[in-house]
């Protein structure tokens, strides 16, 4: 194809974002692509052909770096048959989002999507609109599978990531924003392994960060790489250039609950956390930024008896900091140097019922206790 074409293709698939926000919520924000024009150097094709020490430069030509943009044509057209947009009626009105297909019955979204859906239809770009019914949900990974019996033949499944992405990697988020069906967004992977809420103090471990732009509707849609896997299920977004989305491995770890008994059991210790940070370690001499502090066991919980929270404060700074609780420092020999590891390790690592080595330190002297894993209560 001629280079006007190509470029005309590549636009349509990767559109710029319209004013944006929280998917499915209410931040707004905004992205401004921008134009990368280059010019030839002065000294013409020998000088814009050696580097500084006079060797060949190994950048690749036009061509080559054409083929890199077709590969966000390749990921959509890939995917997008396998994206539905949704509508819901509940008794909260009407609201819409994404979901995308599983395997032949079912298709996957948010738990925020359809949480109080009284009707789900569901529509993908081949056909018209059809019914789906809640299988499951979970609001503590914030997901959710519908059956939709009635999918074309282009609604393949699409295959989950085994692990998460690299930072920087190049993944596009397709979905339904405002409405707008089959609308497509282009970034890269900003960071892993993020926190995002959840109800009662609760968390989603091991969230995936990335600067495509996601708006309301897009919520429940994949978020793909390049060779139209699926990194993580789009979530929300935070501000100017800051989405998030469920990741693969939690996904992997929830979905086939909520397909088989419509719920999905979270591992729980039964403990009240704080970072450790400069004060409080230095109010109980241990390190700076090694553990999690524990500083409160839920009465009645799994942890009591095991772990031993705060005992006493102190003043450092003009700042209250509590002293005494147990600082965590590993679990089954895996590392935690922050409440996220501690999090992640128990989302994707364990269930409720199993029995974990924990090394914490007490009383300035490392020991390892054993915990019995309990289900997180309900919301």
């Known amino acids: 194809m001629d280079d006007e074409a190509s470029r005309r293709r590549v636009l349509a698939a990767c559109a710029g974002a319209l ?10 924000q905004s992205r ?26 190994e950048r690749p030509p036009g061509p080559v770096a054409e083929s890199v943009a077709d590969r966000f044509v390749d990921a959509y057209d890939d995917t997008i048959g396998s ?13 819409q989002g994404t979901g995308w297909v599983y395997d032949d019955e079912f298709v996957v979204t948010n738990q925020h999507v359809v949480g109080s859906a009284s009707e789900v239809y569901a529509r993908f770009p081949e056909g018209g ?5 809640v299988v499951g949900t979970d609001v503590y990974s914030d997901l959710a599978v519908l059956l939709v019996e009635e999918q074309p033949a282009s609604a393949t499944p699409l295959a989950l990531a085994d692990s998460d992405p690299a930072v920087g990697r190049e993944v596009v988020a397709i979905g339904n924003p405002f409405g707008l069906s089959g609308s497509v967004t282009a970034g890269i992977v900003s960071g892993v392994d993020r926190t995002l809420p959840a109800p009662n103090d ?19 849609g994949p978020l793909v790489d ?3 896997t699926v990194v993580g299920v789009v979530n929300s977004g935070g501000g100017d250039n800051v989405g998030f989305a469920v ?14 008994d419509g719920s999905y059991e979270h591992s729980y210790m039964g403990i009240r956390l704080r970072p450790v940070g400069p004060l409080l370690a230095r109010a109980n001499d241990v390190d700076r930024g090694r553990g999690v502090y524990v500083d409160s066991v839920v009465p009645d919980g799994p942890s009591q008896g095991v772990f031993e929270g705060s005992t006493g404060e102190t003043t450092i ?11 965590i420092v590993a679990m089954e020999d895996t590392p935690i140097p922050q409440r996220q590891a501690l999090s992640a390790f128990l989302a994707l690592e364990t269930r409720p019922g199993d029995t974990i080595a924990v090394t914490v330190l007490r009383d300035g002297a490392e020991q390892t206790v054993d915990l019995t894993l309990g289900s997180r209560p309900d919301p």
């Open 19 to 28: 004013s944006a926000g929280v998917a499915g919520c209410n931040v707004e």
């Open 32 to 57: 401004d692509r921008g134009t990368d024009e280059r010019t030839e150097p002065p000294g013409g094709a020998d000088e814009r052909d050696l580097d500084r020490e006079g060797l060949p430069d």
């Open 83 to 95: 994206v539905a947009q949704l509508q819901v009626f509940g008794s909260r009105g009407r609201g």
């Open 129 to 133: 609109w059809t019914e789906a019914s």
């Open 202 to 220: 609760f968390s989603i471990p091991d969230a995936i960060q990335t600067d495509a732009p996601v708006n309301p509707g897009n919520s429940g």
């Open 226 to 228: 390049l060779d139209g």
């Open 247 to 260: 990741s693969a491995a939690l996904t992997r770890r929830v979905v086939p609950s909520l397909v088989d």
């Open 317 to 327: 700074e003009g700042v209250t900091v509590p002293t005494g609780g147990d600082v």
